[in-house]
């Protein structure tokens, strides 16, 4: 597969390998980890003035590093695994087309964690604990059925690619 035109993958650095070791159900739900601890940081200025850099390079750091330090699942038929692979079938999506439901799935999932994501950076700029907690908890949701649906395509789709089927063990 050529997913070199995915901007998602090229800031991540996701190669085969990665993915891989991001299909391991721990690196998937320890990556939830990283909005709160990035809101944290952000918050943190308020005490530690420019110091507050350090905790929020120490989030974006987790957030890259995540989907490295896990070992390769022992097997991919779990939930977190398939949300995975349903990312990757996502991301080849110019190369091998998807349903248009689960493209308007999708597309409806990503304004609402894009409004979520204002009521957070709202929340963190003017430091009004509420709606940080709130857009937190929504994208948070919003992620989680946005991984849901991409098991759900994930599993439409790999009866009718091989490469697909391949990820399955």
Not at 21 to 38: F, I, K, M, Q, W
Not at 45 to 68: D, E, H, Q, S, T
Not at 140 to 145: G, H
Request: hydrophobic content about 55%; aromatic content about 12%.
């Amino acid at each position: 597969m050529d997913r070199k035109d995915s901007i998602a993958e090229r800031m991540m650095s996701m190669d085969e390998a990665i993915w891989q070791r991001h299909a391991n159900p721990l690196s998937v739900y320890t990556r939830y980890l990283g909005l709160p601890l990035l809101a944290m940081g952000i918050w943190s200025r308020v005490w530690l003035g420019w110091w507050a850099l350090l905790p929020i390079a120490a989030a974006i750091i987790w957030i890259w590093a995540n989907p490295r330090i896990f070992p390769k699942p022992r097997s991919t038929n779990n939930w977190a695994s398939k949300a995975v692979l349903g990312e990757r079938v996502w991301l080849n999506r110019k190369q091998i087309s998807v349903p248009s439901g689960h493209r308007r799935a999708a597309l409806l999932l990503s304004i609402l964690n894009g409004l979520a994501s204002l009521l957070v950076i709202y929340g963190l700029a003017m430091l009004q604990v509420w709606p940080a907690l709130a857009g937190i908890a929504c994208v948070i949701l919003a992620k989680t059925w946005f991984l849901d649906r991409m098991v759900w395509l994930f599993e439409d789709m790999k009866g009718t690619n091989a490469t697909y089927r391949s990820w399955c063990y």
